[in-house]
């Protein structure tokens, strides 16, 4: 792990831009050799407001949010159809940074899921079918003879996505920086939209 110098997040050293500040970090993250620097908590929940959460990764990031891929029929997914509101959470402790985002989620189109699932490594490609994310099975030897059956369903062919497998979008409203400080006076900058959709940055309490 490479040592990264720390110094005070001030307001004058961030992007106007959110997502320009969030890649910036990212890439950070990376030269620093942070394990996973794309792993993300996502968090949602139901209609009737019971959260849940897990780790997943970004795949994808732009001006237009913060891309991921998932089962259409699993848990997460239900959620995301009842309350298609989510929140995401970078931890990089080794920088002693962490980014929150709060946003709308979309689901992406056929296009943009068929283009990274043919990319997929095919073992992925195959256990996208195999798998009935987050239903009850009966055991481990159920999955893999699944698994086994499509192997040989799909030998010398290419694996097609399944129709309940694709990406989700988050479509950022507010984002937060956060850097540890010293004396436990840490640097917390958020950007929100304000009434004409432009960002607005505003310091927060530690």
């Known amino acids: 792990m490479k040592n990264w110098p720390r110094t005070p997040l001030l307001r004058n050293s961030l992007e106007p831009n959110p997502i320009s500040q969030f890649i910036r970090w990212l890439r950070e993250a990376e030269q620093a050799e942070v394990p996973l620097p794309n792993a993300m908590t996502l968090a949602t929940s139901s209609r009737q407001g019971k959260p849940s959460a897990r780790v997943v990764l970004l795949k994808e990031v732009d001006e237009r949010g913060f891309v991921f891929f998932t089962n259409y029929e699993s848990r997460k997914a239900q959620e995301l159809r009842e309350n298609p509101l989510a929140s995401l959470v970078f931890c990089w402790l080794p920088l002693s940074r962490q980014v929150r985002v709060e946003g709308i989620v979309e689901q992406s189109g056929a296009a943009e899921s068929d283009l990274y699932f043919s990319g997929r490594p095919r073992g992925y490609q195959l256990g996208a079918h195999a798998s009935p994310q987050s239903e009850i099975i009966r055991d481990r030897s159920s999955l893999e003879k699944r698994f086994k059956d499509l192997t040989r369903?799909?030998?010398?062919?290419?694996?097609?996505?399944?129709?309940?497998?694709?990406?989700?979008?988050?479509?950022?409203?507010?984002?937060?920086?956060?850097?540890?400080?010293?004396?436990?006076?840490?640097?917390?900058?958020?950007?929100?939209?304000?009434?004409?959709?432009?960002?607005?940055?505003e310091r927060l309490a530690p």
């Open 153 to 201: 369903k799909f030998e010398g062919q290419d694996v097609p996505r399944p129709l309940h497998w694709g990406g989700y979008r988050v479509v950022p409203g507010v984002m937060e920086f956060w850097q540890e400080g010293e004396n436990r006076l840490h640097d917390r900058l958020r950007y929100r939209r304000d009434e004409a959709g432009n960002w607005v940055i």
